[in-house]
């Protein structure tokens, strides 16, 4: 029921505020890894917004594709929610003064892109499963979390900036995904492609090849 309210039983698409989520918070913080913006003082003002978004809401998101039976969304979005919950935890602590940042190598921080980056590889690898779309966007979060775990671990400024760049067009590309999905569901065509493989659906599906509301559908049955 395209354009109208939902049953309650409905699991809408949890892609589209995951990726929402996924875009906003991490373009917030990697503008500043780029350099776009920012100093010492623009931690403070960074952290409610990408605890909100990019943790929470994205982690919510990531619930929601288990309750829907999408495996890929549970995986990815409740990674990357829990990921950037825990930083902007991290962030407040050390723009607070509890805790004090090395100046130069940071390989407890590197850690976290290390396991963030494996297994945002896999996600990728799954993801040529589901839709060209989420290819592109785990595929960037992959190449930009290794990047930032070695810049983040050797201390290299000129690669942490490289990194910043990548998980900018990697949030791009996770706004036009989301965008795109939102549009064909809306409207019940495809509006913006998103790249669905040979039956070019407007609905996302899971790696099992069923329409990621398929759990909430078998329920209201």
Do not use: C
């Amino acid at each position: 029921m395209n354009g109208s309210l939902k049953s309650p039983n409905h699991i809408a698409m949890p892609w589209v505020l995951g990726l929402y989520a996924l875009g906003g918070g991490t373009f917030v913080i990697a503008a500043v890894m780029a350099r776009w913006y920012g100093g010492p003082q623009s931690p403070p003002y960074l952290v409610p917004f990408v605890a909100a978004f990019g943790g929470l809401a994205q982690l919510l998101a990531g619930m929601w594709a288990y309750a829907a039976d999408d495996v890929l969304g549970t995986a990815m979005l409740g990674t990357w929610g829990s990921f950037w919950l825990g930083y902007a935890m991290l962030t407040g602590l050390l723009s607070s003064g509890r805790l004090s940042a090395p100046a130069g190598a940071f390989p407890e921080l590197a850690f976290w892109f290390i396991a963030a980056a494996a297994i945002t590889w896999i996600g990728t690898v799954a993801a040529t499963r589901v839709a060209a779309v989420l290819v592109w966007v785990f595929g960037l979060f992959a190449i930009a979390s290794t990047l930032a775990a070695i810049a983040t671990g050797f201390g290299l400024y000129g690669l942490s900036v490289l990194s910043g760049w990548v998980f900018v067009i990697g949030s791009i590309v996770a706004w036009y995904g989301a965008s795109a999905m939102l549009l064909n569901e809306t409207f019940d065509r495809e509006m913006l492609p998103v790249g669905w493989g040979v039956e070019a659906t407007t609905r996302p599906r899971s790696v099992t090849g069923q329409p990621v509301e398929g759990a909430a559908a078998r329920r209201a049955s």
